[in-house]
Nanobody, 124 residues
Framework: QLQASGGGLVQAGVSLRLSCAAS????????MGWFRQAPGKEREFVAA????????TYKDSLRGRFIISRDNTKNTVYLQMNSVKPEDTALYYC???????????????????WGQGTEVTVSS
């Protein structure tokens, strides 16, 4: 079970950190991803933290502004969102997959478990 939190209504330019807490004892074995879905648009990949210290992957346009991290001792993955923009407005989901191959990291169908989402609204 995944529980995302940290969303809210913020002004453009501020920083925001999303959290996703997972239940269970095998968190470190999962690749954890963040996806987002804006109103009227398809769900898109944001970032992922690969299991076993396999590094991170980002949507190209977000690299450098968004940072994904994880704390395996707390079963939690974070998404640090810096200098947020109105176009970052979306419902943000965290997802977990135990067998996400590198080439499928950005593919939602590669992830088995999904959180309920946390809403981020950025005003200009």
């Amino acid at each position: 079970q995944l529980q995302a939190s940290g969303g809210g209504l913020v002004q453009a330019g501020v920083s925001l950190r999303l959290s996703c807490a997972a239940s269970g004892s095998t968190f470190s074995r999962y690749t954890m991803g963040w996806f987002r879905q804006a109103p009227g648009k398809e769900r898109e990949f944001v970032a992922a933290s690969r299991r076993g210290g396999g590094g991170s992957t980002y949507k190209d346009s977000l690299r450098g502004r968004f940072i994904i991290s994880r704390d395996n001792t707390k079963n939690t993955v974070y998404l640090q969102m810096n200098s947020v923009k109105p176009e970052d407005t979306a419902l943000y989901y965290c997802a977990a997959g135990s067998s996400v191959i590198l080439s499928s990291t950005m593919n939602p169908s590669a992830y088995t478990y999904w959180g309920q989402g946390t809403e981020v609204t950025v005003s200009s």
